[in-house]
């Protein structure tokens, strides 16, 4: 058996939104253990479906709708400090994705919600 890394990407509504508010995505990083990337592929999907469903959140009814898988990664090697996946993130505001990250970080070291 081979581990391997998929990203599930799911749609976000909720029955009364407005119909020019921006459209909501969930992305999810998930292990699946499986013998080949076919097979995980195809487990990844029947995951995706398992997790659709419609929850209420306060007053509001939220559906979350499986879109598709959209990364399937080996993971040759399972270590202490792989990469495991990577994303490239271009920005006009240099100084402000920084912080964005510095203020996360300090957030995480003292166990502190992020408040946007």
Do not use: C
Request: glycine share 4%; proline share 3%; aromatic share 10%.
């Amino acid at each position: 058996m081979k581990w391997y890394l998929v990203k599930l990407v799911f749609g976000v509504s909720e029955l009364d939104q407005p119909e020019n508010a921006p459209a909501k995505f969930d992305e999810q990083l998930r292990l699946i253990e499986e013998e080949t990337h076919d097979l995980a592929l195809l487990k990844a999907r029947r995951l995706g479906k398992k997790f659709e469903g419609s929850f209420f959140r306060g007053e509001h009814l939220t559906t979350w709708t499986f879109i598709d898988v959209k990364d399937v990664v080996l993971l040759d090697v399972i270590q202490d400090g792989i990469e495991i996946y990577s994303d490239m993130i271009e920005t006009n505001d240099r100084e402000s994705f920084i912080n964005s990250v510095l203020l996360r970080s300090l957030h995480l070291s003292a166990r502190t919600p992020v408040l946007f």
